[in-house]
């Protein structure tokens, strides 16, 4: 699984230059899902400053406030969008209303 860090929310608070929310994707070179997630309020004695932080350092941040339940739910999402994908919809051969991809779709959400 691969992680990509793609935006970030900060705050003058707690400490200025705290990241708060973290948006992320997550693919495993079949599917790709966006998710966002807040992390948590660093300490005087933990803080990195902004300028410091790489994209490696906010991974693993990610990771800690995931766990490993969270980092399972991720890649389970992954497998069911690419099981997904990967389904072809038909119509049944006996019926007169016949639905559409795009009426199927538009129910789906």
């Known amino acids: 699984?691969?992680?990509?860090?793609?935006?970030?929310?900060?705050?003058?608070?707690p400490i200025?230059?705290?990241?708060?929310?973290?948006?992320?994707?997550?693919?495993?070179?079949?599917s790709m899902i966006s998710k966002t997630i807040k992390l948590n309020a660093p300490t005087e004695e933990n803080f990195t400053d902004f300028n410091e932080i790489t994209e490696d350092k906010?991974?693993?941040?990610?990771?800690d406030v995931l766990g490993d339940n969270g980092i399972l739910e991720l890649e389970k999402e992954l497998l069911e969008k690419t099981f997904e994908s990967n389904l072809e919809q038909k119509q049944v051969p006996?019926?007169?209303?016949?639905?559409?991809?795009?009426?199927?779709?538009?129910?789906?959400?």
Do not use: P
């Open 1 to 13: 699984m691969n992680f990509e860090i793609t935006n970030l929310k900060i705050s003058s608070e």
């Open 16 to 30: 200025s230059g705290t990241i708060v929310f973290v948006t992320f994707n997550v693919d495993d070179q079949k």
């Open 58 to 63: 906010l991974i693993s941040w990610v990771k």
């Open 94 to 109: 006996w019926g007169k209303n016949k639905v559409t991809k795009e009426e199927y779709e538009q129910a789906q959400k």
